[in-house]
């Protein structure tokens, strides 16, 4: 590594700890969007995490099963569990919200090295590389979902660029056609499993980039070489796909094999159109790009007026391949708009999976990117004196600038009038675009040496991206969040029934119940196994029809709203509810409330079942039945000691690779009432071993790790 490039690393670096700057100071708290009530760190990544660690400390095991949400579901399969990516092991050794911490700050800084390379291989300077990279890993819609707790997604995003890197050397590489190319496109492909393995949803959009990207730069290089050879050329770029792809799907194979298993069963294959859409940008929201708005985070756009400003002088000034960052800007926000344009329903309709993706408004992450690196560009153009004697150019240059600054000082008026106040983050955007016209006059009035130059424009982007995000994160202490309801669960969990908790109003947060070791039926996840949504919605009365991340649905988007439902304490009972917790009062002869604490309602299930039953008939609602005391319990394992004859019942749901044995012998397993797993017994006391040995998992691990081995071994040998 050059001393140039560890120059940069350390600037992008120490930006991107900035780009956090409420964070630096409670390395441990938990960033939240400003004013949100919920962050997805604390409420489904710090629970994970607690659960494996506890696993790994308690049982020696890899927790393949999490019994602890939603009545039991695949932890293996589940990209929230964060299992497969390897920076989230950094979670074992420190602090769980610290380790989360600095995983942010390092794929920030990912994110802008990977940019900045991009930038360097597409011509553009060192300076304005780093602008380039400060654009991307500063803008705003990192920092939005940072504060909405969306780790594998920023995780995810971050690759992107890097992708793009290694596209650009596997084409530059097999037109200079030496030996052993196709090592590029590999590790392009290693880069997209990893991408993957942070979190799938981002798979497809980092897929179409790269191909879009693939085709445009074969093309221009092809352009450029004067090489005839077409046939040629077009054979290399098919094997080069196929080695991205196939190594790609190898790489990222732990996790894609399980979780297509898991999405074949889950709520998210009937999501309908209004589902997809929900959080689509509205129209009125493009603004949203010249004017930090803070409403509802995911339709953050802002990217910073200083990094806009140097984005369209890219365009005026036409330099190379700023055509194609702003077809990527223009399509990405066409995206995000959702069914807003006829364009969304033809992408969902012609591209396989975008029918499974939610929340178009994450198109606007290509969005900045593509700004981005248009940024850099113009940086660049500015940072050049030979420029300065196109006098058509420097003169749009000037009045395109002032353009801008106009529109957003009228925006920002218009607002103050009409709402009749000034948000504080306005005023700041003000300012800085009054100082972005005042410096481009100067740079074209006056000699100004180069370096004070790239200093000036490096301080107005750091400035006003960093006004900005200041002003959308809020970090909270983890003794205040980790100890919600603490008394509640602690209680219990001391009492002398055993059970799993319901709330119809989330009313124990997931992260207090993990570390009271309780498990919940309800939850909030984006896969949920329609066996038990389905299941559930019988037992409390709310249609399952309608997709929602959380069970059970809230009609009103607020779960501490009453809503009408209708308790069957029997199915409830039946898994193994034995407590129900909830912000009002439920109605139902067969609970009875224990206490008002905390400003909750606790009840107990008077039918609940035990973890384990046997019984006669295949009936589940049979009142014959008798509870199995002997049961030794892991998340990948359960014994049960029981004598027979009938019917063993074990109140967990039977999910494709769970194994039963009784005395040592296979046995079939069965799927009681559809949901519950089950085995004959025969008379006599038996050993029952129920075992979670899923063949997806085990495959998947097994072609990652020989694609991994065999990829250092064509590096090591190059």
């Given at each position: 590594m050059?001393?140039?490039?560890?120059?940069?690393?350390?600037l992008?670096?120490f930006?991107?700890?900035?780009?956090?700057?409420p964070?630096i100071?409670e390395i441990?708290?938990?960033?939240?969007y400003?004013d949100?009530?919920?962050?997805?760190?604390?409420?489904?990544h710090?629970?994970?995490?607690?659960?494996l660690?506890?696993?790994?400390?308690?049982?020696?095991q890899?927790?393949?099963w999490?019994?602890?949400?939603?009545g039991g579901?695949?932890f293996?399969?589940?990209?929230?569990?964060?299992?497969?990516?390897?920076p989230n092991?950094l979670s074992?050794v420190?602090p769980?919200?610290?380790a989360?911490?600095?995983?942010?700050?390092?794929?920030l800084?990912?994110?802008g090295?990977?940019t900045w390379?991009l930038?360097?291989?597409?011509?553009?300077g060192?300076i304005g590389?780093?602008?380039?990279?400060?654009a991307f890993?500063g803008t705003?819609?990192f920092?939005?979902?940072?504060?909405l707790?969306h780790?594998?997604?920023?995780s995810a995003v971050s690759?992107?660029?890097?992708?793009?890197?290694?596209?650009n050397?596997s084409?530059d590489?097999?037109?200079s056609?030496?030996d052993?190319?196709?090592r590029w496109?590999?590790?392009a492909g290693?880069?997209?499993?990893?991408l993957?393995?942070?979190d799938?949803r981002?798979?497809?959009p980092?897929?179409?980039v790269?191909?879009?990207?693939?085709i445009?730069y074969?093309?221009?290089?092809?352009?450029?070489?004067g090489?005839?050879?077409?046939?040629?050329?077009?054979?290399?770029?098919?094997?080069?796909?196929?080695i991205?792809?196939?190594?790609?799907?190898?790489?990222?194979?732990?996790?894609?094999?399980?979780?297509?298993e898991?999405v074949?069963l889950?709520t998210?294959?009937?999501i309908?159109?209004t589902?997809?859409t929900?959080?689509?940008?509205?129209?009125a929201?493009?603004?949203?790009?010249?004017?930090?708005?803070i409403?509802?985070?995911?339709?953050?756009?802002?990217?910073?007026?200083t990094?806009?400003?140097?984005a369209i002088?890219?365009?005026i000034?036409r330099t190379?391949?700023?055509g194609?960052w702003?077809?990527i800007v223009?399509?990405?926000?066409?995206?995000?708009?959702?069914?807003?344009t006829?364009?969304?329903?033809l992408?969902?309709?012609?591209i396989?999976?975008?029918d499974?993706?939610r929340?178009?408004?994450?198109?606007l992450?290509?969005?900045?990117f593509?700004?981005a690196m248009?940024?850099?560009?113009?940086?660049?153009w500015?940072l050049?004196?030979?420029q300065?004697?196109d006098?058509?150019?420097?003169?749009?240059?000037?009045?395109s600038?002032?353009g801008?600054?106009?529109a957003?000082?009228?925006?920002?008026?218009g607002?103050?009038?009409?709402t009749?106040?000034l948000?504080?983050?306005?005023?700041?955007?003000?300012?800085f675009?009054?100082?972005?016209?005042?410096?481009?006059?100067?740079?074209f009035?006056f000699h100004i040496?180069q370096?004070?130059?790239?200093?000036v424009?490096?301080v107005?982007?750091?400035?006003?991206?960093l006004w900005?995000n200041?002003q959308?994160l809020?970090?909270?202490?983890q003794d205040?969040?980790l100890r919600?309801?603490m008394?509640?669960?602690?209680n219990?969990a001391?009492a002398?029934?055993?059970?799993r908790?319901?709330s119809?109003?989330y009313?124990?947060?997931?992260?207090t119940?993990?570390q009271?070791?309780?498990e919940?039926?309800?939850?909030?996840?984006?896969?949920?196994l329609?066996?038990?949504?389905?299941?559930?919605a019988?037992a409390?009365?709310?249609s399952p029809?309608?997709?929602?991340?959380?069970?059970?649905?809230?009609?009103?988007a607020d779960?501490?709203?009453p809503w009408d439902?209708?308790i069957?304490?029997?199915?409830l009972?039946?898994?193994?509810?034995?407590?129900?917790?909830?912000?009002?009062p439920?109605?139902?002869?067969?609970?009875t409330?224990?206490?008002k604490d905390?400003?909750?309602y606790?009840?107990?299930?008077?039918l609940?079942?035990?973890r384990a039953?046997?019984?006669?008939s295949?009936?589940?609602s049979?009142?014959e039945?008798?509870?199995?005391d002997?049961?030794?319990w892991?998340?990948?394992?359960?014994t049960?000691?029981v004598?027979?004859?009938g019917?063993l019942?074990?109140?967990?749901?039977?999910?494709?690779g769970?194994?039963?044995a009784?005395d040592g012998?296979n046995?079939e397993?069965?799927?009681?009432d559809?949901?519950?797993?089950?085995?004959?017994?025969s008379?006599?006391?038996?050993?029952?071993v129920?075992?979670?040995q899923?063949?997806t998992?085990?495959?998947?691990?097994?072609i990652t790790?020989?694609?991994?081995?065999a990829?250092?071994g064509?590096?090591?040998r190059?």
């Amino acid at each position: 590594m050059t001393r140039r490039i560890r120059f940069e690393l350390v600037l992008i670096l120490f930006f991107a700890a900035l780009w956090l700057g409420p964070l630096i100071l409670e390395i441990d708290g938990f960033p939240f969007y400003r004013d949100a009530e919920y962050s997805d760190l604390l409420i489904s990544h710090w629970p994970n995490a607690y659960f494996l660690r506890q696993s790994l400390h308690k049982w020696g095991q890899i927790p393949l099963w999490n019994p602890t949400i939603l009545g039991g579901a695949p932890f293996a399969a589940d990209p929230l569990s964060g299992l497969w990516y390897p920076p989230n092991w950094l979670s074992f050794v420190v602090p769980i919200s610290m380790a989360f911490n600095v995983i942010f700050w390092l794929h920030l800084a990912w994110a802008g090295w990977g940019t900045w390379l991009l930038a360097r291989a597409e011509g553009v300077g060192g300076i304005g590389g780093l602008m380039a990279a400060l654009a991307f890993s500063g803008t705003s819609k990192f920092i939005a979902h940072i504060g909405l707790g969306h780790l594998g997604l920023v995780s995810a995003v971050s690759w992107t660029p890097w992708i793009l890197v290694l596209i650009n050397r596997s084409v530059d590489e097999f037109y200079s056609k030496r030996d052993g190319w196709f090592r590029w496109p590999a590790l392009a492909g290693v880069a997209l499993g990893a991408l993957t393995l942070a979190d799938p949803r981002w798979t497809l959009p980092a897929v179409i980039v790269s191909l879009v990207y693939g085709i445009y730069y074969t093309a221009y290089s092809h352009k450029h070489s004067g090489d005839s050879n077409t046939r040629y050329i077009l054979r290399q770029i098919l094997i080069a796909a196929v080695i991205f792809g196939i190594s790609a799907l190898a790489i990222a194979a732990c996790l894609i094999l399980p979780l297509f298993e898991f999405v074949q069963l889950s709520t998210r294959t009937n999501i309908s159109i209004t589902d997809q859409t929900q959080l689509q940008l509205p129209i009125a929201h493009i603004l949203d790009l010249i004017l930090p708005l803070i409403t509802q985070p995911e339709w953050v756009a802002y990217i910073g007026v200083t990094v806009l400003a140097l984005a369209i002088v890219a365009l005026i000034s036409r330099t190379p391949r700023s055509g194609f960052w702003a077809a990527i800007v223009v399509s990405a926000w066409i995206l995000a708009l959702g069914d807003q344009t006829p364009f969304f329903s033809l992408f969902t309709t012609i591209i396989p999976g975008a029918d499974l993706l939610r929340v178009p408004a994450r198109m606007l992450f290509l969005a900045a990117f593509g700004i981005a690196m248009l940024c850099g560009k113009g940086a660049d153009w500015l940072l050049s004196d030979e420029q300065d004697d196109d006098h058509t150019i420097v003169k749009r240059v000037r009045l395109s600038t002032i353009g801008i600054a106009f529109a957003v000082l009228v925006l920002i008026c218009g607002l103050w009038f009409y709402t009749g106040s000034l948000p504080t983050v306005l005023i700041g955007t003000g300012v800085f675009t009054l100082l972005i016209v005042i410096w481009i006059l100067l740079r074209f009035r006056f000699h100004i040496p180069q370096k004070y130059r790239a200093l000036v424009w490096l301080v107005l982007i750091a400035g006003d991206l960093l006004w900005v995000n200041t002003q959308i994160l809020d970090v909270r202490s983890q003794d205040v969040l980790l100890r919600e309801r603490m008394a509640t669960a602690e209680n219990i969990a001391d009492a002398p029934q055993d059970g799993r908790i319901f709330s119809p109003s989330y009313s124990l947060p997931y992260q207090t119940a993990v570390q009271a070791g309780l498990e919940m039926v309800d939850g909030i996840n984006p896969l949920q196994l329609v066996m038990v949504r389905n299941f559930v919605a019988d037992a409390i009365g709310f249609s399952p029809e309608e997709y929602s991340v959380t069970l059970p649905p809230f009609p009103n988007a607020d779960p501490n709203q009453p809503w009408d439902i209708e308790i069957d304490a029997l199915k409830l009972g039946q898994l193994n509810v034995a407590y129900i917790i909830s912000e009002y009062p439920v109605e139902s002869i067969d609970v009875t409330l224990i206490e008002k604490d905390q400003g909750v309602y606790l009840y107990q299930n008077e039918l609940a079942r035990p973890r384990a039953w046997i019984q006669d008939s295949q009936d589940l609602s049979d009142p014959e039945w008798q509870a199995v005391d002997s049961i030794v319990w892991t998340p990948n394992q359960i014994t049960i000691i029981v004598e027979g004859p009938g019917i063993l019942v074990l109140s967990e749901v039977a999910y494709p690779g769970w194994k039963v044995a009784i005395d040592g012998t296979n046995v079939e397993l069965h799927a009681l009432d559809g949901l519950f797993r089950s085995v004959n017994l025969s008379p006599g006391v038996h050993e029952v071993v129920f075992c979670f040995q899923p063949r997806t998992v085990y495959l998947g691990s097994v072609i990652t790790l020989i694609t991994l081995l065999a990829l250092i071994g064509i590096w090591i040998r190059r």
